[in-house]
């Protein structure tokens, strides 16, 4: 190290010296730290076939190829070549549920996304306000109006940008919030309530503009709130408002309209003539009709008695005026519909071939023929009116409930219970190089898809259901599901099945299904009989009688009975894998229950008397300890009492006392889902409403792993145990899987203050051939999940980055800086020094069983976690020239290792010096096929591995020597030319050392004239070819491939003799012939010493 950086290191040091345990405090807390573990990147295996909701779409007016959606549960999307490919535009903000998206009119660069989905479904979440991006969705910036938890409609001035009004809906669970219209006239810097509502359980849900005056406004107001078990979505303080000053003042709408309680309100205005406005409005008891007012909402007429059916009204209700025939609107809804006449009749969409619940269309600005939908399947388009329909199955936004990996083999399958989408099974990964494809998956199940289960060691059976508790076995061989939901006796009460009813195969017994409704049900031969092994483990309440929006109502109400899951239910069930008769069941109305004699007594837990916890919360999960049979972890969830908070409890003994495991958990961040290690106890994960954590301590620290997977609720997390992979399932995302987390065992705060850590596969690799017969000329629509690396994973850590004496010093001169003791120029002798100095290099060395080399991977050299994988080939050991070969080059194919066991040893290089750092790890590669035929041994199959390998490294060195005699045979005859005197002797040389050239050409690659004559004759590149082409599977070589094998390495023999006469001797000769008689030196003579 120089003086000055030396002293640099110093100074360095002792400014910070008396900060020294709040320094290394704050390093412990940096090392362990989302950033650090971000190389522990989850992968998404879609599905995209199905798709997930679609809140908005909207077409750039200006260029229709681009397209923009708001996704309910999965963020922004763009595409700009009109669906043919899209891409993840908010990913890494802090919320995911999107309402609305908006093109500024006046500048498309500017893009507007109000976040919080725009419905009142019982399943959606929440936003934090509203974003603006100047650059098409590049970056992001948080306007305000973080209270309003649900942007429904953004509307930008036609020719001021800073213009802008946005209708907020505000909190569905709660009153309160941000509600009503606001308005800002400088860009959404600051916001000015405009449209305040009358309570506070009022928002606005549907905003219109005039088009020809940007003054005349219109925005309907909706009174609705949504409790776990209850939804009233009328009241007095819903209707349409008119204002003609820009929104400054507001004049209720009423003549010709309802005059009782209403509901959620449509709105759409003509684009032909704008003094026609349209209005679907809700009235009680999901009634209602469509209205039309032809003297700008004046007076209006009732045309029919259409409304968003289905769920009902809450859910849809958005209605869309045709840009280019007058009067034809569209309603969206269960089955949308589409009018001519303004709203007086009817036809219903084509569905046959899509998804229904739609949610949002948009239409092409020249193009009358030209519509998109979006619904809960995904987008729709159509280019004949809707006569016909493409799908986007390249937008993987399935809303899953929760997840269930098997145990198949090779590749164990997931399957997924999604919202509106079947219970779905695809493969975690697959034998081809491209991936996962959409017709990997299948369905076991239609309707809304809720929890399944398998059959542990028998992947030929799982069950499914679709809600509130229809649950079926499927068999994987028949493809048949068999229905088995528990029936009540004689004379008993109805059963009550969750919206996600609990369904639990046991670990003691296979063979033994529990099941619950508000009763704990339990089979023991795969649901073919049932036994209630409970009574009511629920509370049992009138949950009509529940307070909604400050008042309780009577029947004739805007009660949504249909919209409403069944209350007082089993909502979580659990077994002990240690003690079968400690049976743990979680309600939906804040009890939990537990017996521990199998069923015939059980213990009330009311969570008024844990403390720290709300009383109303439901049971979000439930799990028994996977070693003590004592401990069970519960998660709570309060959000639809409009509170966000974690809840995470643990009990040690039974349930009698309890502490929180949520104290280090962001706020928000409600807990779906826990799960343990089955290895290491304190090793646990949780889905949260914003992403997935892991504890290595029981729950006292928690890490977020954020590498691959975007800000989205994971609803489900399981563990795969053969593979150790963490199955995730996302509520809009698809399926993420965490391949091999096991490296989490190890990495403890106090392991990590060692230098490196190496972590080789916690289970043997899978040795196989990828299979690359694929067609990759099915258009860049399709949608393909990627696979995980192929072969084996390691994982190291590095507590510090290596870095050159440049960048220590360039370290230690910012923390100079910061302390304000300035550095000086260093001597040029040190920056020369410091030019000079290599980068650090880390690397992983592989070695088989016998210690013998076998290839070497790079690593990273920076500090944190690091994942590496060698794909189990050779070390390529062709001839280097620095060109590239051609993908169709044979020679250029590597070498696969055969199955076995290696090392793996991970080593820096600093300064030229190399060292070890981190102790080897032993892995395994075991074969997961076998051929119906087979082959020649492994042994004999690795030796004629390693003799291809030879003769190819001689091959390839030889065809190089050639080229670069060839080139240089090109400058000898330049030479020649130049070259005073008699030429002749040089030119007899010259023209004998061609004929060896073209003789050796010949017999490695045959006449170049008949390459296009039809068949040519062998030839040592083609018989060496065919010996090569023994490696494209892991039967080995046959008697015909060693027979050419033994061809070419005969031939080749003979030819490396002579090219090695031409290169050492022949070709140096003509060289020092041609500086003898006073011609030019050439590359490669020696130098002309007189």
């Not at 919080?116 to 929440?126: A, D, K, L, P, Y």
């Not at 060292?915 to 082959?935: D, H, K, M, N, Y």
Request: charged share 25%.
């Amino acid at each position: 190290m120089n003086v000055l950086l030396k002293a640099a290191v110093a100074v360095s040091l002792a400014c910070a010296s008396s900060n020294t345990l709040a320094a290394k405090s704050d390093v412990e807390k940096s090392i362990f730290s989302s950033k650090t573990f971000e190389a522990m990147k989850l992968r998404n295996i879609g599905p995209a076939y199905m798709s997930g909701r679609i809140a908005d779409i909207e077409v750039d007016q200006k260029n229709p190829s681009t397209w923009y959606t708001a996704v309910g549960s999965g963020g922004v999307w763009k595409t700009e070549n009109a669906g043919t490919t899209w891409t993840p535009i908010f990913d890494k903000q802090a919320v995911y549920s999107t309402g609305d998206v908006t093109i500024d009119p006046s500048n498309s660069n500017i893009i507007w996304v109000g976040t919080g989905e725009n419905n009142g479904g019982r399943h959606i979440s929440f936003g934090d306000g509203v974003y603006k991006s100047m650059d098409g969705g590049k970056t992001w910036k948080n306007m305000g109006l973080k209270k309003s938890e649900r942007i429904s409609d953004i509307i930008v001035h036609p020719t001021d940008s800073n213009t802008v009004w946005v209708s907020a809906q505000g909190p569905l669970w709660t009153g309160g919030g941000e509600r009503g219209l606001y308005k800002t006239t400088d860009g959404g810097e600051t916001w000015k309530l405009v449209l305040k509502p009358e309570d506070e359980w009022t928002g606005v849900t549907s905003l219109l503009i005039d088009p020809r005056n940007p003054n005349k406004l219109y925005a309907a107001t909706w009174s609705r709130q949504r409790k776990v078990a209850t939804y009233v979505g009328t009241g007095p303080a819903s209707g349409i408002h008119t204002s003609d000053d820009g929104g400054e003042t507001w004049t209720e709408l009423k003549t010709g309209l309802p005059t009782g309680n209403m509901g959620k309100i449509g709105l759409a205005i003509s684009p032909i003539n704008p003094d026609v406005v349209y209005a679907a409005v809700e009235i009680d008891n999901r009634k209602g009709g469509l209205y039309r007012s032809a003297n700008r909402g004046q007076s209006w007429t009732k045309m029919s008695d259409e409304v968003g059916g289905g769920t009902g009204p809450h859910y849809y209700q958005e209605i869309f005026a045709d840009k280019h025939q007058f009067d034809r609107i569209y309603i969206a809804s269960n089955y949308s519909k589409v009018s001519d006449d303004g709203g007086k009749t009817w036809t219903p969409i084509n569905t046959k071939r899509k998804h229904v619940d739609d949610h949002a269309m948009a239409f092409h600005p020249t193009d009358p023929d030209f519509v998109l939908i979006g619904s809960d399947g995904g987008i729709y388009m159509s280019h004949d009116r809707m006569a016909n329909w493409r799908f986007m199955a390249n937008l993987p936004l399935t809303q899953f409930y929760k997840v269930a990996p098997d145990d198949s083999k090779p590749f164990y399958k997931v399957y997924a219970g999604a919202q509106d989408n079947s219970t779905q099974g695809g493969p975690s990964r697959t034998l081809r190089e491209e991936g996962i494809k959409n017709k990997d998956w299948f369905l076991t199940l239609g309707g809304d898809g809720h929890q399944p289960a398998v059959e542990p060691g028998n992947p030929d059976i799982m069950y499914s259901q679709w809600q509130q508790g229809n649950l079926t076995r499927h068999d994987l061989k028949t493809r048949e599901n068999v229905y088995i939901k528990p029936q009540p006796r004689l004379g008993d009460p109805a059963e009550r099945f969750n919206w996600d009813a609990p369904v639990n195969v046991s670990t003691h017994d296979p063979k033994r299904v529990y099941f619950a409704s508000q009763r704990v049900w339990r089979s023991d031969d795969r649901g073919d009989s049932w036994t209630p092994i409970s009574g009511d483990l629920t509370k049992n309440g009138n949950r009509m009688h529940i307070p909604m929006m400050g008042r309780t109502w009577s029947v004739e109400a805007g009660w949504d009975l249909y919209a409403m899951s069944e209350y007082h239910t089993i909502a979580n069930f659990s077994e002990s894998p240690v003690d079968e008769n400690i049976l743990w069941a979680g309600t939906d109305d804040g009890l939990i229950q537990v017996t521990s004699n199998g069923g015939k007594n059980w213990k009330k837990i009311d969570l008024k008397r844990v403390k720290g916890v709300p009383e109303t919360a439901y049971v979000n999960d439930i799990r028994a300890d996977l070693f003590d049979p004592n401990t069970v972890y519960v998660a709570l969830d309060n959000h639809k009492y409009g509170d966000f908070k974690p809840y995470l409890i643990k009990s040690t003994n039974l349930g009698k006392t309890w502490k929180s495991l949520a104290k280090d958990l962001p706020e928000n961040h409600l807990v779906w889902r826990i799960v343990q290690d089955h290895v290491n106890k304190d090793l646990m994960f949780i889905g949260t409403e914003f992403g997935i954590f892991f504890t290595v301590d029981g729950g006292k620290k928690w890490i977020e792993l954020n590498g691959g997977i975007p800000t989205i609720s994971t609803r489900d997390v399981k563990i795969q145990r053969r593979e150790n992979d963490l199955v995730a399932g996302t509520f809009g995302r698809g399926i993420y899987i965490l391949d091999d987390y096991a490296p989490l065992r190890a990495l403890t705060e106090q392991a990590m203050e060692q230098e490196a850590i190496l972590m080789g596969p916690s289970r043997p690799v899978k040795w196989f051939q990828l299979d690359t017969n694929h067609s990759n000329t099915d258009g860049d629509d399709r949608y393909v999940a990627k696979n995980p690396d192929h072969g084996a994973t390691l994982t190291y850590f590095l507590k510090d980055s290596l870095l050159t004496a440049k960048e220590q010093r360039q370290k230690a001169e910012k923390e100079m800086v910061k302390d304000e003791k300035y550095p000086k120029y260093p001597a040029w002798e040190d920056i020369e020094k410091e030019n000079q100095e290599p980068k650090p290099v880390v690397y992983l060395e592989i070695r088989d069983a016998q210690g013998q080399f076998v290839d070497r991977v790079a690593g990273k050299a920076s500090k944190g976690i690091h994942r590496v994988t060698w794909d189990m080939e050779y070390a390529a050991n062709q001839a280097i020239t620095g060109e590239k070969a051609s993908m169709w080059d044979p020679f250029a194919m590597s070498t696969m290792v055969m199955p076995g066991k290696y090392t793996a040893t991970l080593y820096k290089r600093v300064k030229g010096e190399i060292s070890q750092l981190a102790s080897p790890v032993e892995f395994e590669l075991q074969p997961i096929t076998e051929g119906a035929v087979s082959g020649p041994t492994a042994e004999s199959i690795a030796r004629f591995s390693k003799q291809l390998k030879d003769v190819q490294r001689r091959y390839t060195s030889t065809t190089a020597v050639l080229g670069e005699m060839t080139k240089t045979m090109e400058v000898l005859r330049t030479a020649i030319d130049r070259t005073p005197g008699n030429i002749n002797a040089l030119e007899s040389a010259y023209a004998q050392a061609q004929a060896d050239i073209n003789a050796i050409n010949f017999e490695l690659n045959g006449l170049k004239s008949r390459t296009r004559m039809g068949a040519k004759p062998a030839n040592i590149s083609s018989r060496l070819g065919y010996a090569m082409s023994a490696l494209w599977s892991t039967y080995g070589p046959t008697k015909q491939h060693r027979q050419q094998f033994g061809f070419a390495q005969q031939g080749l023999e003979d030819v490396i003799k002579r090219v090695s006469t031409l290169k050492a001797e022949t070709i140096p000769s003509i060289q020092q012939a041609i500086v003898d008689a006073g011609g030019p030196w050439t590359k490669g003579a020696s130098v002309i010493a007189k």
